[in-house]
C-alpha cells in the first residue's frame, strides 16, 4: 500500500474512470483497440504459429516476444537481464530484484504485447496457453485489489474477474510500449540469433535514450 492506502495501479483505474466521463475525447488507439478485438478471430498463439512458420520467422516472433519483456523491465527502471532465444523458445534471466505485483503483470503481459503488435491482433486470454498469462492471473488472484475497478457515475465499483482485468492490463500495456517500438525491434534484432547478455542490452539501452532525450 502507499501512503493514501491505496495500491499504485488503482490510480490508473482511477485515471480510466475519469476518462470514461469524458468519452467524446477518448484516446482513439484504446477504442480502436477495443473494437478490434470485437471485430476479429483469434489468431494462433505462440506454440500454434510453430507449425505454420518457418524456423526463421518464429525466431524472430520470440525474439520480439522476449524484447517486449526487456523493454518493459526498462521502462519500470529494473535492471537489464541476459536475454535468450531459439525456435519458438525464449526467457530473460532473472536479476533477483523484488518487483511489485503491478511491476510483475505489466512484465509478464509486455512479451504478447509486443508479438500482437502491441494489441491491433486479437489475444483470447481464456484460450491462449501461456505461462505469462498464468503469471499475470496469479498475481490477480493473490493480489485482489489489482482487479478493482472504481466506481464512476454509472456505476459502482466492482471487483472484475481475473481475466477481465488482464485485458485492461493489457491494454495498458501496449500503451505503454508501442512509442517505444524501435527500442523492442533493435533488442530482438540483436537478440534473434540466440543470446543477448545484459551488458550488451544495457549498452542498447543507453544508446536508445540518449536518441529519444535528443528528440524530445
Not at 498464468?134 to 474477474?161: I, K, N
Amino acid at each position: 500500500m502507499v501512503a493514501s492506502d491505496f495500491p499504485p495501479f488503482l490510480w490508473f483505474f482511477l485515471e480510466e474512470s475519469k476518462k470514461n466521463k469524458r468519452s467524446n475525447t477518448r484516446n482513439v488507439r484504446t477504442s480502436y483497440l477495443s473494437i478490434l478485438r470485437k471485430s476479429q478471430k483469434p489468431q494462433p498463439t505462440l506454440k500454434v504459429k510453430a507449425t505454420t512458420m518457418n524456423d526463421d520467422q518464429l525466431r524472430w516472433i520470440t525474439a520480439m516476444h522476449e524484447a517486449g519483456h526487456a523493454a518493459m523491465r526498462w521502462m519500470l527502471e529494473l535492471p537489464a537481464t541476459n536475454i535468450y532465444v531459439s525456435d519458438g523458445d525464449g526467457y530473460c534471466d532473472g536479476t533477483e530484484v523484488r518487483i511489485s505485483g503491478e511491476q510483475s503483470i505489466l512484465i509478464a503481459l509486455a512479451g504478447e504485447a509486443a508479438e500482437t503488435d502491441y494489441g491491433t491482433r486479437f489475444v483470447d486470454f481464456s484460450k491462449s496457453p501461456c505461462e505469462d498469462f498464468d503469471d499475470a492471473r496469479e498475481v490477480l488472484s493473490r493480489e485482489f485489489w489489482l482487479r478493482l475497478r472504481p466506481p464512476d457515475t454509472q456505476r459502482d465499483a466492482e471487483l472484475l474477474e481475473i481475466d477481465e482485468a488482464l485485458n485492461i492490463w493489457f491494454d495498458r500495456c501496449c500503451e505503454m510500449l508501442q512509442p517505444h517500438c524501435s527500442l523492442i525491434e533493435n533488442i530482438a534484432t540483436a537478440a534473434v540469433d540466440g543470446y543477448l547478455s545484459a551488458q550488451d542490452l544495457s549498452f542498447i539501452l543507453e544508446q536508445y535514450e540518449k536518441g529519444f532525450s535528443e528528440e524530445t
